[in-house]
C-alpha cells in the first residue's frame, strides 16, 4: 500500500452575497476628513490547507458562514473608528455623538458601528474582519496555514491582510 505525500490547496472564497454596505469617512489629520459618503463593500477570502486523507481541506461552508455574519453586522451602518485620535465619541441614551474638528455629528445607536480600528479605509478592514473571523471557536480549530482577507470598496480597490498576521520583519504577531 502506498501512502499519498500531504500536500496542501488554497481555497478561494469570493462569494456574491459577501458584502456589506456601510457609511463613513476616512479621516487624513486632525482638521481633514472626506465628507460622509458609502460603499458596497465587498469581501473576499483564500485559505490554505493540508488536503487530508479522504480528500476534503475542511469545510469550506464554516469560512463563508462566518465571513457571511460579521458583513451581516455592518450591513447598512455608520462605521466609525475607535482608536482614531481625532475622534471624540459619547454616547448618551440616544445618540451616539461623534466630535471630529469641532463638527458634532449625532447618529442614534442603532445606526453607528465603533469598530476598534484607527481609521475606517479597506486596509482596516480587512484587519478587522480577519481578526475577528480567526476569533471564531469553528474557525481557530480549522487546520488553516494561512489566509489572506481581501476587502474592496469599489472595482479594482481592494486591501488585502494576511494571517498568521506578521510583521514587516516577517515576525508573527
Excluded at 59 to 67: C, P, Q, R
Excluded at 98 to 106: L, Q
Aim: charged letters at 20%; proline letters at 4%; hydrophobic letters at 40%.
Amino acid at each position: 500500500m502506498t501512502s499519498t505525500p500531504v500536500t496542501s490547496t488554497t481555497i478561494e472564497i469570493g462569494k456574491e452575497y459577501l458584502h456589506f454596505g456601510a457609511a463613513h469617512f476616512t479621516i487624513f489629520s486632525a482638521t481633514e476628513r472626506e465628507d460622509l459618503h458609502g460603499h458596497n463593500f465587498q469581501v473576499a477570502l483564500e485559505a490554505t490547507a493540508p488536503i487530508g486523507s479522504d480528500g476534503l481541506t475542511f469545510d469550506y461552508n464554516l469560512l463563508k458562514t462566518g465571513l457571511k455574519v460579521l458583513c451581516d453586522e455592518l450591513d447598512e451602518q455608520v462605521l466609525m473608528p475607535s482608536e482614531s485620535p481625532y475622534l471624540d465619541i459619547e454616547k448618551d441614551d440616544t445618540y451616539v455623538t461623534v466630535t471630529f474638528n469641532g463638527e458634532r455629528m449625532p447618529f442614534l445607536h442603532r445606526d453607528i458601528t465603533i469598530l476598534p480600528v484607527r481609521n475606517i479605509t479597506v486596509e482596516e478592514l480587512a484587519l478587522y474582519l480577519l481578526q475577528r473571523l480567526t476569533e471564531q471557536e469553528q474557525i481557530a480549530a480549522l487546520d488553516i496555514s494561512s489566509m489572506v482577507l481581501r476587502c474592496a470598496s469599489g472595482a479594482d480597490q481592494w486591501a488585502a491582510v494576511r494571517y498568521p498576521l506578521t510583521t514587516q520583519g516577517g515576525d508573527e504577531i
